[in-house]
């Protein structure tokens, strides 16, 4: 996304005031009132929707919290605080610079030649030292950035979630930010083979949710299914989450948070179409996640004689995953349909992982990996420059890549470290086997 800021063409810069200058400050070389206050809006628009789609970090401890067994919510919690900070650090030290080489590749649009923490600007920075005073602060960029970074691992946490150790998991979460995403992401975000290709993925339908997907995936498989989840007979056996409600306010949480997540990707808000563009992002990722939601709602009635609030739950996200690719340019009624599609995608995909025997505690493959790949290559119904076969060439890059790369760590931990829990301490719950603390202790002791 950051290379997009060559595209907002200087003679398109409205003229605001010059919020940056004391008033008794003479004029600097270089700087005037038009680029000063495309600079304070870019970072602005930055700063506002990286803190939103921080608070998805919460919506997704919330989701996830209700969505697996009271004896494990903990763990669920204790995993998705630290996966942040672990991102968070990682994507300084390593993942920053490696995502965005500008130019400086070691291979070719493959690899980044620059290796190494993040630098913000100094303090006090004036115009004439910023960093792209043409664009927006680095502070805001790498802040931004991170929380796509950190989105990523969420993804992963509760798919794998009641048999999965702590420490293996977070291992993988610092390799999954500090290299899978930001090496793959770097080859359409930081100007690579993929971005040159022509791939076009908005905010991240494939560079962030299904590469989430893929790596949950994998270690859904290596890790195999919970304890009594699958029948001898090859019967599923539904296993109840503790709380409903919070994964509904999970689910809206979320929901809020993609404000942030699809608007903050249009990278500028210094001129009228900016704005423009900005509010219809907003417009058609709202309607997405209903149509999503709605389809799901209809479906699952149809399919199960009654609603399944889970399914509409996770609707609602996919149609917020599927929209993520090209927020837009589709209409709203386009937009209401992917989402739908998304829904659909939800309700089929589900029992499709049952029977293959793939346990996904709270559906995050159907809903960030399959919408993902549903949401690139709808990109081609809206967006007249998309071709075809490159999203599909580009899906099918990301998909291997990270498919590979996350085996081999999961691999690696599995054989050295371990990285299921014992039966016994399944059985009895994450909570008390890895942490010794319960959520719900007055229920468990009477």
């Known amino acids: 996304m950051k290379l997009l800021k060559t595209l907002a063409p200087a003679a398109a810069l409205i003229a605001l005031p010059t919020l940056g200058l004391a008033q008794d400050e003479g004029p600097v070389p270089g700087v005037n009132a038009s680029t000063d206050s495309v600079f304070i809006f870019n970072s602005l628009l930055f700063l506002i929707g990286g803190f939103l789609v921080f608070w998805m970090a919460a919506g997704f401890a919330m989701l996830e919290a209700g969505l697996v067994r009271s004896k494990n919510v903990t763990m669920q919690l204790t ?23 500008l130019g400086t590749w070691s291979v070719d649009g493959i690899l980044s030649g620059v290796w190494g923490p993040g630098v913000l600007e100094a303090v006090g920075v004036t115009a004439d030292a910023a ?21 990523t691992a969420s993804i992963v946490s509760g798919t794998l979630a009641e048999r999965i150790k702590l420490w293996p998991f977070l291992i993988f979460v610092i390799v999954l930010t500090a290299i899978i995403y930001p090496l793959q992401a770097s080859w359409k975000w930081g100007g690579g083979f993929l971005d040159e290709m022509g791939f076009l993925d908005f905010a991240g339908s494939t560079v962030v949710h299904s590469v989430g997907g893929w790596a949950a995936l994998v270690g859904a498989i290596i890790l195999g299914p919970r304890i009594g989840k ?15 409600a919070l994964a ?30 900005v ?37 609602a996200l996919a149609g917020l995953v599927s929209i993520t690719a090209e927020p837009l340019t589709p209409s709203l009624g386009a937009a209401t349909l992917i989402g739908a599609v998304g829904g659909v995608i939800v309700v089929f995909a589900v029992p499709f992982l049952d029977k293959l025997k793939i346990d996904d505690v709270v559906g995050a493959i159907p809903v960030h ?12 119904l809206t967006n007249g420059d998309a071709s075809l076969m490159v999203q599909l060439y580009s899906i099918m890059v990301v998909g ?23 039966e016994e301490e399944e059985i009895n719950g994450l909570d008390m ?13 009477g």
């Open 79 to 101: 995993k998705n605080i630290s996966l942040f900070s672990l991102a968070a650090i990682f994507y300084y030290l390593i993942g920053y610079n490696l995502m965005y080489p």
């Open 131 to 151: 960093d792209d005073y043409g664009y927006a602060s680095t502070g805001s960029d790498f802040f931004f950035q991170l929380m796509f970074c950190a989105t």
């Open 230 to 244: 699958y029948s001898k007979e090859g019967r599923t056996v539904p296993i109840p989450g503790s709380n409903l």
């Open 248 to 277: 509904t306010l999970g689910t809206f949480i979320l929901w809020l948070g993609w404000f942030g997540f699809n608007g903050g990707s249009q990278l500028a808000m210094g001129t009228v179409g900016d704005v423009a563009d």
């Open 279 to 315: 509010s219809r992002i907003f417009a058609n990722t709202n309607t997405a996640a209903a149509g999503g939601a709605i389809a799901a709602l209809i479906l699952s009635q149809m399919m199960y004689k009654k609603p399944d609030l889970t399914m509409v739950l996770n609707g």
């Open 369 to 380: 990996l399959f919408a993902g790949i549903w949401g690139t290559i709808a990109v081609v």
């Open 400 to 422: 291997i890549f990270t498919i590979v790369a996350s085996a081999i760590v999961w691999f690696i931990l599995k054989s050295t470290m371990g990285i299921r829990v014992g």
């Open 433 to 445: 086997s890895e942490l010794g603390m319960e959520a719900y202790p007055e229920f468990s002791k």
